[in-house]
């Protein structure tokens, strides 16, 4: 049996003389992702109660003004001294009154950054420091992470250059032209900004090392290598011919700190190339893994690995929660981190022991050339998974005849029935939990006084398809393969509308309007600036069906050169029928509550509905949802997420459905609740996309006068 945590045992001679006094969290502050100082989603306010939840109305609507086809708001806003600050669809950050959502300032991050850095992907939330009159706010706009001032929204000039710093600078590597996207909010401790990035997931991604920043400079204080350096422990997991070519491992559903024992719990994602991984042989330490650094030091305390050797894209999909069990009769400090294969794993805050066992379990083997995935994987004995684990035959859809055949042809020849199947090279596997969860970005909540952890989940199926290189007989295939092709499909027919076909683009652009667009990014299309000269004219090429000219020969030996998966997959595919439904059987969208004292799930709801299969006589389906829940002391959990473009408030002690209200678009982000002036306000962005409606609106729900 292998080897599943670690800890670093010299930290803990300094923990020995200060055991937790279980410090008091306040919990009417939601001044942090994931509302209070420990991220638990969780609001001790009870002016909203199950009693009267049912007589929220809009107290006051936020228009940002600024939405794009296929845009977003992914943020959860933050409170702080009566003003509410968070983002927009094109990530300009706003404070606005948090009691009458007049605006106070909102601040253009490329005012200074420059059009040339026009697109900067999504924003999930800002943090906040003060010192004295000294406030400010920090947030990510693509690789800059940057400093206003939390009263004005001016820029900070003594942070970095002219309050702003360039993150893909400072990473301990040769290169600096990588795709880089602060997406997350760092955590603040003291005077430190600790944070993480989302990267490209191919072979050109940057390294997803963990960094700290002097929140009053902007210069880095401590580096933490995920993908270890030589002589680094963990070194040796990896193969040492290609380490320095692998990207990833990176923290991009942001990270909880423990402000009392100077922890912070950083969960993170797959190494690249994700789905073949036959340049780096080995565990792979520290991909899919929980991490306890020391805060002030970036010193590793202790480290969980999930997936030895992910071939599934099985990140850790958000932060973790600091929860407080009694267990046994035992009140122990622990940590819990949900995860997209619907499972949660459970540790000693300290120490890293987990809570219940988790045995090490043998699984099927890849028969992919040159792959080498590891014989066993962890699989906790509590908690109960908060989803199917598995998708087999009686999972198959089977609402109407014709839907079940549908996806039975399309099951033909696959892989199923295995939740650690891995990628094949000539049958497509069924992925269950698809790559979006189980649990997601949206994170988990938890209510410290019943010990109840409350976690949503998508239970949808995905496909896999593996194919081979192009062996350079099509240089330019093999680029779009590895920069375009999980997104688009390797027959670049996309998966409308959320991901477009790039098929017949020589209608629509000539070379340079979309050397343009690649140049800047669009939407959710991140922008290619980082790719070289040569990958980006031969990716033009293809794109627009122009054969090389005789003149590019050079370009294509430098192409070469480069170090290409030698199997791809074959794009981000739903199993679905031509309806577009899920192939499995519904519930699709799940709302789960555990007891974190036993591990045993307390009640299990669908959530989300679509009103045509309602119509049809059908029970509530539950949707796919991104964005996660809170829960109150009111008795009263919150939650958007779901595509229907609904809010509701479930009785947390039953599941039972108390409230629901039409959104203008969904509220794909996890919801903020806060008191102003004796009124307890909900507020909930509403930026839709994820193949629905975008928007531009934060709305405030409050009681009646």
């Known amino acids: ?117 026009s697109w900067a992907g999504t924003n999930r939330g800002v943090s906040y420091w003060e010192d004295g009159d000294d406030k400010r706010i920090l947030f990510g706009a693509g690789n800059w992470l940057m400093a206003v001032d939390a009263e004005t929204g001016e820029p900070i000039p003594s942070f970095g250059d002219q309050g702003k710093v360039d993150l893909r600078k400072g990473l301990d590597t040769e290169r600096e032209d990588f795709l880089i996207v602060a997406n997350a909010p760092g955590v603040v401790y003291g005077d430190l900004l600790i944070i993480g990035m989302r990267l490209s997931e191919g072979l050109d991604a940057a390294p997803g090392h963990i960094r700290a ?40 559903a942001g990270m909880t700190l423990d402000q009392e024992r100077g922890i912070v719990f950083v969960p993170t994602g797959s190494a690249t190339y994700d789905f073949w991984g036959g340049y780096r042989k080995g565990d792979n330490l520290f991909a899919n893994s929980l991490i306890a650094l020391n805060a002030k030091t970036g010193e590793r305390i202790w480290h969980f690995q999930a997936v030895h050797h992910d071939v599934w894209d099985r990140d850790f999909p958000a932060n973790p929660n600091l929860i407080r069990i009694q267990k046994d009769g035992t009140w122990i400090d622990a940590v819990a981190q949900i995860s997209k294969q619907g499972m949660t794993y459970v540790f000693d805050r300290e120490t890293g022991e987990p809570i219940w066992p988790i045995p090490e379990t043998a699984t099927t083997q890849s028969v992919m050339p040159g792959e080498f995935t590891s014989p066993t994987q962890p699989i906790p004995t509590f908690p109960e998974p908060f989803m199917n684990m598995v998708f087999d035959e009686s999972s198959i859809l089977n609402l109407k005849p014709e839907w079940e055949a549908d996806i039975r042809s399309q099951l033909e020849g696959a892989i199923y029935g295995d939740t650690w199947a891995p990628p094949h090279p000539e049958k497509p596997i069924v992925l269950f939990p698809g790559m979006d969860g189980g649990g997601e970005w949206g994170g988990a909540s938890f209510d410290p006084t019943t010990q109840t952890l409350y976690v949503n989940a998508n239970q949808i199926p995905w496909v896999i398809g593996m194919t081979p290189n192009a062996d350079f007989e099509n240089i330019g295939k093999s680029v779009y393969t590895n920069f375009c092709g999980n997104c688009h499909g390797l027959d670049r ?92 059987n519904p519930p699709w969208g799940l709302l789960t509550a555990i007891d974190m004292s036993t591990g045993k799930k307390k009640w299990q709801v669908p959530l989300g509905e ?13 949707t796919e949802n991104y964005g996660g829940p809170v829960v109150t002391a009111g008795g009263v959990l919150f939650i958007a997420a779901t595509k229907d473009e609904k809010i509701r408030a479930f009785d947390k002690e039953t599941g039972e459905i108390l409230w629901e209200a039409k959104l203008p678009a969904s509220g794909h982000a996890t919801p ?12 909930i962005a509403c930026g839709g996309g994820k193949g629905t409606k975008s928007g531009d609106a934060y709305l405030a729900f409050s009681l009646p006068q």
């Open 610 to 622: 679509i009103d045509s299969l309602s119509a049809q006589g059908f029970a509530p389906t539950g």
């Open 672 to 683: 903020a609740v806060y008191e102003m002036n004796g009124k307890q306000f909900l507020v």
């Open 213 to 252: 920043y002097n929140i009053r400079t902007g210069k880095r204080e401590w580096i933490f290598h995920t993908i270890p350096q030589e002589g680094e422990f963990g070194y040796d997991t990896w193969d040492s011919k290609s380490i320095k070519q692998i990207g990833g491992a990176n923290n991009w």
């Open 1 to 117: 049996m292998k080897p599943f945590y670690k800890v670093a045992f010299g930290f803990l001679i300094l923990l020995s003389a200060c055991q937790s006094n279980n410090t008091e969290v306040d919990y009417t502050d939601w001044s942090h992702y994931g509302g209070p100082a420990d991220g638990s989603r969780y609001s001790s306010l009870t002016q909203i109660t199950k009693e009267n939840v049912s007589q929220l109305q809009v107290a006051w609507t936020y228009n940002t003004g600024d939405a794009t086809e296929r845009s977003q708001i992914q943020c959860q806003p933050i409170v702080v001294n009566g003003l509410l600050y968070g983002s927009t669809p094109t990530l300009n950050v706003f404070a606005v009154n948090a009691e009458t959502g007049a605006e106070v300032w909102r601040f253009d991050p490329f005012q200074i950054l420059g059009g040339e850095n």
């Open 493 to 584: 027919k996309g998966n409308p509308p959320a991901i477009p076909s790039l098929l017949e683009l020589k209608e629509k652009y000539t070379y340079d309007s979309l050397a343009l667009l690649l140049q800047k990014g669009r939407g959710a299309m991140p922008s290619f600036a980082h790719i070289s000269d040569e990958n980006r004219k031969v990716l033009l090429q293809y794109l627009l069906d122009k054969a090389p000219a005789e003149g590019d020969k050079q370009e294509m030996e430098g192409v070469q050169s480069q170090l290409f998966p030698r199997y791809y997959m074959d794009g981000y595919k739903k199993l679905v029928t031509k309806e577009g439904l899920y192939g499995s």
